[in-house]
């Protein structure tokens, strides 16, 4: 079956630090990966995406690198903002389910300055 | 992208009552997914809903509880029915990008308080 497991939280890390939030998932198939991010108080956003092997998703400095090998899509970004403080989710779909997305748990994260 | 409108945004609602998300896409979609998130949790899919067809549910939901409309491409309902203080979450409307699996993109949420 199809699973997203996401590292736990919560993460509080000071503005510039470097931010890493793991993500491994089991799937059939080929899924696409995705990082969603919810600011407080707002819906799901999508941060960045990837869809093939070796693809590399990134957005407003965050990137994550599609490791078929490792079966993961880890989240990262080099110097972090308090503007950044919200909670990631990692997401699979894959077309066999329809597209059904299929969350981790999500990662709550704070920025102090 | 798709623009996907959501309402009510929040509301709070007696148990033993029943409430009606409706959710408005701007464009045509085949499928439309609902879901929920459960205070301090990820998201959870209810159902899948196709126009001109039942929903489809996932195991641990039930239509008597969550029935669905979808009566054409760009609108759908999930009823939220009997509630109870557990049913307190946020719901959330979902649509794919058709053709390409862009991403799927999300409602702003219904934020539900059961009392």
């Known amino acids: 079956g199809n699973s997203v497991t996401q590292m736990e939280g919560p993460v509080t890390l000071s503005e510039e630090a470097f931010l890493t939030i793991n993500c491994t998932y089991t799937?059939?198939?080929?899924?696409?990966l995705f990082w969603y991010v919810q600011y407080p108080g707002e819906g799901l956003q999508l941060l960045l995406k990837?869809?093939?092997?070796?693809d590399k998703g990134s957005n407003k400095g965050f990137e994550a690198t599609y490791r078929k090998e490792t079966t993961s899509f880890h989240l990262e970004k080099g110097s972090v903002q308090v503007s950044d403080s919200a909670v990631y989710f990692c997401?699979?779909?894959?077309?066999?389910?329809?597209?059904?997305?299929?969350f981790g748990t999500g990662t709550s994260l704070t920025v102090i300055p | 992208s798709a623009v996907i409108s959501q309402k009510p945004s929040r509301d709070i609602c007696q148990r033993g009552t029943s409430l009606t998300i409706q959710c408005q896409v701007d464009?045509?979609?085949?499928?439309m997914f609902w879901y929920r998130q459960q205070p301090g949790q990820s998201l959870t899919l209810i159902a899948t809903?196709?126009?001109?067809?039942?929903?489809?549910?996932e195991s641990g939901f039930v239509i008597d509880k969550f029935p669905i409309s979808r009566p054409n491409l760009t609108f759908s309902t999930l009823t939220v029915s009997n509630m109870s203080p557990e049913d307190s979450s946020i719901y959330l409307c979902?649509?794919?990008?058709?053709?390409?699996?862009?991403?799927?993109?999300f409602g702003q949420g219904t934020r539900l308080t059961v009392v």
């Open positions: 799937a059939t198939g080929y899924p696409s």
């Open positions: 979902s649509v794919e990008d058709s053709g390409t699996v862009a991403g799927a993109f």
């Open positions: 809903a196709n126009q001109g067809s039942e929903a489809t549910y």
């Open positions: 997401a699979l779909s894959a077309r066999r389910t329809g597209n059904q997305f299929y």
């Open positions: 990837a869809t093939k092997a070796d």
């Open positions: 464009s045509q979609v085949t499928m």
